[in-house]
């Protein structure tokens, strides 16, 4: 899903890109835990997208 969501923002669309994003954190929080590295860089891709979209 981290590279659907990097296809959408590297085309612009910021609102899927972020969608996915938040499904993949949800996902690898409930598989591998809040401090698992998948999870911690799935939360940093999500803050970048949030960011650009201010």
Do not use: Q, W, Y
């Amino acid at each position: 899903m981290s590279e659907l969501a990097r296809e959408f923002e590297e085309r612009g669309n910021l609102t899927e890109a972020e969608a996915c994003l938040r499904a993949l954190v949800i996902v690898r929080r409930r598989v591998l835990g809040e401090d698992h590295p998948g999870t911690l860089r799935a939360k940093s891709d999500l803050g970048r997208v949030l960011g650009s979209s201010c």
